[in-house]
């Protein structure tokens, strides 16, 4: 017997093990080992149809990724193609999405996409490799609700109501997926879940965000940096999804306090199994950037790190990334990329020297990202998903083009 008929021989259930190990470290990967052989496909879990409701499916490591050009997702020169980026390996995939019109991109978090269909206004959270979908209710109950709770709701635009800022996904143990989101315009955060029901609709919260502040999304739930008055510490808050399908949002938890040596630009960030809080030193005329781990901050222990596991933190007013150094060879590990104090292009600030640097392909704070300014389309991704309302075309499972990031940079 050859080695490849022995390794079409083992067991099922120890190709179901290693399937579940492949699974933790990428789901393309998995896919790619299920097509290895028929039995290795029969023997494993297929994420089609599971891609939701099954956490271990989510796509985590990949983001958006805008084409430059003004191409927005959707546009009608990408033939309904939307990129994703690997944020651990540098790959780039193309994704043909399922055939909607008329629908805009709200948000992504962990590789998840959510939709608005502008025509009726309905909501649907969609996994682009599996083609699974979850329908949400619709934005005019958010809308109702929103004005039921606040005196001031003549004064936003519908548009407003499209400005995330962030969203985090969960998914309880009887496949129900909650859905919270940030609404950037009005501080306040909303829910749905998919339990089902005509009555199902939004619900937004009660209590509001201070109007300065930073958030991320973290193991399904949302995790707040903000000052409740001027010249306060910066306080850590977490947003829990309600359980048993509770109407209500209860109050954000204060879970930490920052140092008061940490000044503004503030920004939280997600870097493995870790939430980040970056900010500027207080001392004075000084250009230095410090990080500080929420689990330190938690048990009160206030020594910034220097060593962020050789990732490159993207730091940016909207939303901030991590990403490996493997996936950008051209910028070395424990380096936060953002835009210089006092200047207009982004800057490479390296923790362990305390020095600041001009990025490789001199990248300027422009929202328009180039198309081969890898640096910058990364930096830029959150503003440039929603850009305008892309309509989605093709076939109802999406097809995959497999490239290598850096022969196309």
Known sequence: MDDASRWACL???LVRLIGWRVLASDLLDYVRFRAVCPLWRSSTVCPVGRGLVDERFHPRRWVLLPEGRA???GHSVLHGYVRFFNLSTGLSVRARLPLFEDHRILDSVDGLVLLLQERDGAIRLLH???GDIAELPPLTTLVNDFAAKSKLSSVWDLSDFRKISSTSVSVTSDGVITVMIILSMM??????TTSGGSDQQWSVSSWSLSPTWRSVSFQGRLYILQRSRYNSDPQILKIDPPRHNKEILSPPKLIATCPGKIQPPYHLVQCDSDVLAIGCSDKPNSLHLLVYRLADLILEK?????NIGGNVLFANIERSL????RALPAIVGDTIVKTKPRDIHL???HLKGGTWLRTTDESTCGFEPSPGNVIHRIFWCHHNWGKKPPCFQGETTPRLVKRNWRDEA
Do not use: K, M
Request: hydrophobic share 40%; net charge negative; glycine share 4%.
């Open 71 to 73: 191409l927005f997702p």
């Open 302 to 306: 206030f020594t910034p790190v220097e």
């Open 11 to 13: 067991h099922p259930d």
């Open 347 to 349: 800057g490479e600030y």
């Open 128 to 130: 682009p490799f599996t």
């Open 322 to 325: 991590s990403v490996s150094a």
């Open 187 to 192: 501080c306040r955060v909303a829910f749905a």
